[in-house]
């Protein structure tokens, strides 16, 4: 058990040293020494269980740290319309709360977002992978033909990532707090309703 722990200890401090390399340097900075230097653990450890290329070590600091903000299993593990809408509210709300706490994050999301190189290809993958997700609860749960899924789906995340943008980085945290942005939201957001598969209007958002 102390073997497995120590193990998960250096798992942990490896997708933070990479992290931390990107957002210091960027890409060009990433090496396995420097990731060795950083984290404390040895380069043969972090050849041996996270991979020998740079892309490999991008894969794997952006999987261990991105999807704690997407949390696509709670929301695939939904099965109902009401479910899902809180799911995805609440989703928001964590998003904020998180990127708050590390905005780093959403600074290296605004500047590596839409590009090409490893970091924004993975970052494009972990977006489509909540955008799925997203778009197959709007179908089976609200009933959206897939071609209005994928818009609505694109214009949620939208809204989530402009908000922990915005609220972790660009002051919007100085003029509110989470509570002042989940009125906001609600009152934003109050008109922004689909049906459910039984004809019910349905605010997608607002569990309340």
Do not use: C
Request: without cysteine.
């Amino acid at each position: 058990m102390a073997i497995e722990r120590d193990k998960q200890a250096k798992f942990q401090a490896v997708a933070e040293a990479i992290f931390t390399i990107l957002i210091r340097g960027g890409i060009e900075n990433l090496s396995h020494t420097r990731v060795a230097e950083v984290s404390k653990v040895s380069r043969a450890w972090v050849y041996k269980y996270i991979g020998k290329s740079s892309e490999e070590l991008i894969a794997f600091s952006l999987d261990a740290i991105g999807k704690e903000f997407a949390k696509v299993g709670v929301l695939l593990s939904k099965q109902s319309a009401d479910d899902v809408r809180t799911s995805l509210f609440h989703g928001t709300f964590r998003m904020l709360a998180n990127s708050e706490a590390n905005p780093a994050l959403m600074a290296l999301y605004s500047r590596y977002a839409g590009t090409q190189n490893p970091v924004g290809r993975k970052i494009s993958e972990l977006e489509e992978e909540y955008l799925g997700a997203v778009r197959s609860r709007l179908e089976r749960y609200f009933g959206l033909p897939a071609d209005e899924a994928v818009i609505v789906a694109e214009v949620l995340h939208g809204m989530r990532m402009g908000l922990a943008v915005r609220y972790s980085s660009l002051g919007m945290k100085d003029k509110t707090d989470l509570e002042g942005v989940l009125k906001a939201l609600r009152r934003v957001i109050k008109h922004f309703a689909i049906e459910d598969q039984k004809g019910e209007t349905k605010i997608i958002l607002d569990p309340v």
